[in-house]
């Protein structure tokens, strides 16, 4: 009894962790028990890390884009969720003079959108976000080993099969019916 309590504390102690190089199959496993409101971050090497109840880590030897390409198609298999994709807004600003290989990886990370049109807003208020969704809902972190200012990519999951449209129209349907109701009664 004590060794199963034992073998039960390590392995949850270390629930998100690997070593980066089965990154694919540890992303799987997490995406798969993620929904609507979860947060998915593709971090760069300096992301700080979180020991927040809720905040999910998983290394990855590969880089951003290579990292959001496969994230993005592991979640177009799945009927339940769809990305909003945000990056920051810092990012169009870094010059290729003061961060090598900046102006590669900001063309890369549009590839690797699939279509998928990214969202702008400060680093801060990214962060914000995620610190706000991460009291109710859990977030996972991909860290990856690219060392390049501002190209973390934050994706906040959205219900794949029910728009921000169809959830204004059935709100403004209760509301008239709960008007009628009002106004007549019987």
Same mark, same amino acid.
């Given at each position: 009894?004590?060794?199963?309590?034992?073998?039960?504390?390590?392995?949850?102690?270390?629930?998100?962790?690997?070593?980066?190089?089965? *990154? =694919?199959?540890?992303?799987?496993?997490?995406?798969? =028990?993620?929904?609507?409101?979860? *947060? +998915?971050? +593709?971090?760069?090497?300096?992301?700080?890390?979180?020991?927040?109840?809720? +905040?999910? =880590?998983?290394?990855?030897?590969?880089?951003?884009?290579?990292?959001?390409?496969?994230?993005?198609?592991?979640?177009?298999?799945?009927?339940?969720?769809?990305?909003?994709?945000?990056?920051?807004?810092?990012?169009?600003?870094?010059?290729?003079?003061?961060?090598?290989?900046?102006?590669?990886?900001?063309?890369?990370?549009?590839?690797?959108?699939?279509?998928?049109?990214?969202?702008?807003?400060?680093?801060?208020?990214?962060?914000?976000?995620?610190?706000?969704?991460?009291?109710?809902?859990?977030?996972?972190?991909?860290?990856?080993?690219?060392?390049?200012?501002?190209?973390?990519?934050?994706?906040?999951? =959205?219900?794949?099969? *029910?728009?921000?449209?169809?959830?204004?129209?059935?709100?403004?349907?209760?509301?008239?019916?709960?008007?009628?109701?009002?106004?007549?009664?019987?």
């Amino acid at each position: 009894m004590l060794l199963a309590s034992v073998a039960a504390l390590l392995s949850f102690g270390c629930a998100g962790m690997n070593d980066g190089r089965n *990154w =694919q199959a540890a992303v799987d496993h997490q995406v798969a =028990q993620l929904g609507y409101r979860n *947060w +998915i971050v +593709i971090a760069e090497a300096s992301f700080p890390a979180h020991n927040r109840a809720g +905040i999910r =880590q998983v290394t990855a030897s590969a880089d951003v884009p290579e990292v959001v390409d496969y994230v993005l198609k592991t979640l177009e298999q799945t009927e339940n969720v769809k990305p909003q994709v945000y990056v920051a807004r810092e990012l169009r600003s870094v010059e290729n003079d003061f961060a090598p290989g900046i102006d590669d990886l900001r063309k890369r990370e549009r590839d690797s959108f699939h279509g998928h049109e990214p969202t702008e807003l400060d680093h801060q208020s990214l962060l914000t976000l995620l610190e706000d969704a991460n009291r109710s809902f859990d977030v996972l972190v991909i860290r990856t080993p690219t060392a390049l200012p501002y190209s973390s990519v934050f994706l906040e999951l =959205q219900p794949g099969y *029910w728009d921000v449209d169809s959830e204004t129209r059935l709100r403004e349907r209760i509301e008239r019916e709960r008007l009628e109701k009002i106004v007549r009664p019987f």
